[in-house]
């Protein structure tokens, strides 16, 4: 089992950036692809920036690139995702998730994939 602990929300102005960690728990992390996804009020969730276990390979939304940053410690069995340029349109609760996998240089964009999720931080972007 593993358990994930996002913090780093808060309210920010649009232009400012804002790190989000994701702290796991277990032996298991280094193994593990992590991905963050965000929703926002009435919408479904979406994908926002997966990382591979090595940390080698990353992929993001078309909404994020060059904005946002995917990256990830595997001593501190902790993944960040920086937030620059931020928008309103950010606003939105992140969650980061975990799926254990053999693979070491494979990420994973859909939720379906992922094993295991944390409870969220809320990001709100001011205009």
């Known amino acids: 089992q593993v358990q994930l602990v996002e913090s780093g929300g808060g309210l920010v102005q649009a232009g400012g950036s804002l790190r989000l960690s994701c702290a796991a728990s277990?032996?298991?992390?280094?193994?593990?692809?992590m991905g963050w996804f965000r929703q926002a009020p009435g919408k479904e969730r979406d994908f926002v920036a997966a990382?591979?276990?090595?940390?080698?390979?990353?992929n993001y939304a078309s909404s994020v690139k060059g904005r946002f940053t995917i990256s990830r410690d595997n001593a501190k069995n902790t993944v960040y995702l920086q937030m620059n340029s931020l928008k309103p349109e950010d606003t939105a609760v992140y969650f980061c998730?975990?799926?254990?996998?053999?693979?070491?240089?494979?990420?994973?964009?859909?939720?379906?994939?992922?094993?295991?999720w944390g409870q969220g931080t809320q990001v709100t972007v001011s205009s």
């Open positions: 998730a975990a799926k254990r996998t053999r693979y070491s240089g494979s990420y994973y964009n859909t939720e379906y994939e992922y094993d295991f």
């Open positions: 277990g032996r298991t992390f280094s193994s593990s692809a």
């Open positions: 990382i591979s276990s090595s940390g080698g390979r990353t």
